[in-house]
């Protein structure tokens, strides 16, 4: 990944992972490249589900709060 964690929008990480997914489907891949791309593909799922998970504390919040206003 050219890009630190923390520095990764979720739209990159998924749009990186598309990409590997696609490259993995198509087969034409050797197997230690395929390994390699695979597990990139684990770091940028990972990094997909923290920002959506971030995203939903944050709507919670906000819902919360109005609730209290």
Partial sequence: MSEKKENISFEDALKDLE????EL???????EKAITA????IKLKNICEER???AQE??????????IN
Wanted: hydrophobic share 30%; net charge positive; aromatic share 4%.
């Fill in 25 to 31: 489907n198509n087969g034409d891949m050797e197997l």
């Fill in 52 to 54: 959506l998970k971030n």
């Fill in 38 to 41: 695979y597990e990139k593909g």
């Fill in 58 to 67: 944050r709507i919670e919040l906000i819902q919360n709060q109005k609730k």
């Fill in 19 to 22: 990409k590997i997914v696609d």
